[in-house]
């Protein structure tokens, strides 16, 4: 009797350390999961941030404006208005 | 039975030693451990972004870097200091000063770029370290920098909106912080079994304003124009639609660099639109030919002799170029400006609905505009008012006036009646949890028959005005100029003026309202000679840029 029960003691103590084990080990490996997911959250929401402000800025009417000045397209289109029909009536 | 009593007195002691150990601990140096793996954290909410009328970002955020250094760990100061120096440029001396040796961690600087960032790590400095930011990112530059206010800091180091809409919508804008409470082991992972808490943030709204960023590129390089032109030393243009008073552009020059803010002085950043009071000078004159005709003293077509100057009490009231055309219409005293025609005006209305309808245009009280700052000019009280300021208000002098409220006012004229509460933002927030803005009638000042044969008399009087504009041809303006005298220590000044236009097109139904002053122009001193050339100059941009058609 007393046998039977130090086998079925030793067998839950041994159970209980290896599922303690098993637990311990898969909450570390977890915790590694949730923070390299942090840090690559971090890093793609600044990344993120990065290409969201270029395409602001490439969009933007500053950049156009700069663009065109480095390419001396400087002058401004003056369009033509009905206050001038002798451009109209020329043969 | 020996072996079994050591056994047994072994167990005892280690378990008299864990609860010594625990005594200790717990009751003698009850210093919480649990500080040192319990970390608490604040989650910054992104602050909201604004946006303009079709939803291009004027003002949104971008990470910046907190750069700090620890005195305690730095060995070598003055190579330190020399490097952080080579890289930031703020001052080898202020450097100094900040690396106080007895403190733990000091911030050097805030607001670095990504660029200045990898620059300091390349320079592999022992005690540094970096903090993220956000800080404000604005695409368009300072192209609306008096509407959208920029961000400081408050008294505790937090971020805080200030001006414009930054300032008035500061509580929608920041959100709310979040809290993170979690324990972490020596490497920095979480403790599952530990506290792991977590108040997500609430990002604050953004904000869709009714401002057009091309139309507010073609006003601002417009007024730049203008204020180079004529010499002027400041000016305002502001662009609104009548119907609904939607800003559609403001600009004030000088105005200063939303990035760079604290290199400019306070006075560069209150907004001149709806902060600066000044004499509106005849463009107020439809405003009481419209109370007239409302209460239905005059006509258009009603006859006063202009005969000469007229006189009230000990002051001699004179047309602009003292000349005196006899009998003359309603229409032709807004064509010529005619001061003493408005001073008939004013005695026809009576004292009592001269005051009444400058309180009923919304003068001496808020617009309720939303940027921050607004000041509601200045009525004084009916009990100080002598004859002879019955008399000078109805062409404008005596009165002051923020140049929102006159554009309000005047907006009334062409929009059938009603004064308008004039908004800027038209959006806060997004998707399900958006709040639409509407636009808002304080209150029905004329009845649309005066508004119809009010804006008949500025198509006049731009038509037939003293002053053939150079605007464009297929189109109806109606208009009013302005050129009021500086008040200076009690008098005016003789040599300065405020000069203004204030226009609409097309005259039927008008798709904008402008309102152009400009302060001090040298080249002339007449609102007809600057102001208004530079308005025909915004209007036939926006024609084009509207699409519309020539009637």
Redesign the interface.
């Known amino acids: 009797m007393k046998t039977k029960f130090n086998a079925i003691a030793a067998t839950v103590f041994l159970t209980l350390l290896f599922v303690n084990m098993y637990t311990f080990i898969s ?2 490996r ?3 999961d ?2 390299t997911f942090e840090q690559q959250t971090a890093i793609y929401k ?1 990344k993120n ?2 290409l ?2 270029k395409i ?2 490439v ?4 950049h156009a404006r700069e663009t065109a000045t480095s390419m001396n397209f400087t002058e401004n289109t003056t ?1 033509l ?3 001038g029909p002798n451009y109209a009536l020329k043969p | 039975m020996t072996s079994l009593k050591l056994l047994l007195i072994f167990f005892f002691v280690m378990f008299i030693t864990i609860i010594s150990r625990l005594f200790y601990l717990i009751v003698l140096h009850p210093t919480n451990d649990s500080d040192n793996y319990l970390k608490t954290t604040t989650i910054q909410p992104e602050r909201g972004r604004i946006y303009d009328r079709s939803g ?2 004027l003002a ?4 910046s870097y907190l750069l700090y250094a620890q005195p305690k760990v730095i060995t070598d100061r003055l190579s330190f200091i020399a490097k952080v120096d080579s890289v930031l440029h703020i001052g080898e001396a202020t450097l100094e000063a900040a690396l106080d040796p007895s403190k733990d961690w000091i911030a050097i600087q805030r607001g670095l770029t ?1 660029e200045q960032k990898q620059k300091i790590i390349n320079l592999k400095l022992e005690g540094t370290g970096f903090e993220d930011e956000t800080k404000r ?1 604005y ?3 300072s ?1 609306a920098a008096h509407l959208i206010g920029f961000v400081g800091k408050d008294k505790d180091g937090s971020d805080i909106g200030y001006f414009g809409v930054e300032g008035f919508y500061n509580r929608d804008l920041q959100g709310l912080p979040g809290v993170m409470k979690t324990e972490r ?1 020596f ?7 530990g506290t792991q808490e977590k108040i997500d943030a609430e990002n604050g709204r953004s904000l869709y304003l009714t401002i057009d ?2 139309v507010q ?1 073609i006003v601002k390089s417009r007024l730049k124009e203008g204020l180079d032109t004529y010499g002027a030393n400041q000016g305002c243009a502001i662009i609104a639609d009548p119907m609904t008073m939607q800003i559609l552009a403001l600009s004030c020059l000088p105005d200063f660099d939303v990035e760079q803010y604290y290199k400019f002085g306070e006075e560069t950043f209150t907004n001149p639109a709806v902060s600066k009071v000044y004499e509106p000078g005849s463009i107020f004159k439809p405003l009481m030919m419209a109370a007239a005709i409302q209460e239905k003293k005059v006509k258009p077509d009603s006859i006063y002799d202009e005969q000469g100057p007229v006189t009230i009490g000990e002051y001699t009231i004179r047309t602009w170029d003292n000349k005196y055309e006899g009998p003359i219409t309603m229409t032709r005293i807004l064509e010529k400006s005619s001061n003493v025609g408005m001073v008939y005006i004013g005695q026809k209305l009576g004292n009592k609905e001269v005051y009444s309808y400058i309180n009923k245009y919304g003068f001496g009280q808020l617009t309720d505009i939303d940027l921050q700052g607004e000041t509601p000019g200045y009525l004084r009280d009916k009990s100080s008012w002598y004859p002879i300021d019955y008399a000078t208000v109805t062409f404008g002098q005596g009165i002051a006036v923020t140049p929102i409220q006159i554009l309000r006012a005047f907006a009334s004229l062409v929009n059938g009646g009603k004064l308008m509460q004039p908004y800027i933002v038209s959006q806060v927030g997004e998707d399900d949890q958006k709040i639409t803005i509407q636009p808002k009638v304080k209150s029905q000042v004329i009845s649309p028959t005066t508004s119809e044969l009010i804006k008949k008399m500025l198509v006049a009087t731009v038509e037939n005005g003293e002053v053939k504009w ?5 189109y109806s303006f109606g208009g009013k100029t302005g050129t009021a005298q500086i008040p200076i220590a009690g008098h005016y000044d003789p040599y300065k003026t405020n000069a203004s236009f204030i226009g609409f097109a097309p005259a039927d139904k008008p798709r904008f309202i402008g309102l152009v002053v400009l302060n001090a122009p040298k080249t002339s001193q007449y609102g007809s000679e600057t102001a208004a050339p530079l308005f025909f100059k915004i209007a ?1 941009d926006l024609l ?1 840029y509207y699409n519309i058609a ?1 009637q």
Do not use: C, F, H
């Open positions: 909450s570390i977890l915790s590694d949730i923070n600044l941030q990065d969201e402000e602001y800025k969009d933007s009417l500053q369009p208005y009905m206050n | 291009l970002p949104v955020n971008t990470t990504k990112y695409p368009e530059g192209l082991d490497l920095g992972r979480p403790i599952l079994i960023k091309s590129e150079a605007k464009p041809q297929g036939k084009v020539p």
